[in-house]
Nanobody, 132 residues
């Protein structure tokens, strides 16, 4: 599975940002997709989970009212199927500053989907910085 996350940047306190992740693999529709983040000196933190492409998202408590995960595109044409998901973030705060990752793990192997250990494949991360 290949993953590429984009959309990070610098935003002011209270602002919004939308991250995207393109995941590609021959059996990509069998994978659950997650968003995590990691701030300097802290552990990787779960944000949101899509157990199946096009399904409803589940969220960490801090993300429920401000973050929305969506499946934007499922492309089965071409040489390798792709799924594009996004993470829409609003009312961002300085504490949201972190490196944001998308991840993929076989849906059949996912337990809670809230632990990094559930996900075998990770993108390179995209930096989100919220200024006060």
């Amino acid at each position: 599975v290949r993953l590429a996350a984009t959309g990070g940047g610098l935003v002011q306190d209270g602002g919004s940002l939308k991250l995207s992740c393109v995941a590609s693999a021959y059996n990509i529709v069998n994978y659950a997709m997650g968003w995590f983040r990691q701030a300097p000196g802290k552990e990787r933190q779960f944000i949101a989970l899509l157990r199946r492409p096009g399904g409803d998202g589940t969220y960490a408590e801090f993300a429920k009212d401000r973050f929305t995960v969506t499946t934007n595109r499922i492309a089965s044409t071409g040489s390798v199927p792709e799924i594009t998901i996004s993470l829409q973030m609003k009312d961002l705060k300085p504490d949201d500053t972190a490196l944001y990752y998308c991840a993929a793990g076989l849906a059949s192997a996912i337990t809670s989907g809230r632990n990094a250990a559930d996900f075998e494949y990770w993108g390179q991360g995209t930096q989100v910085t919220v200024s006060s």
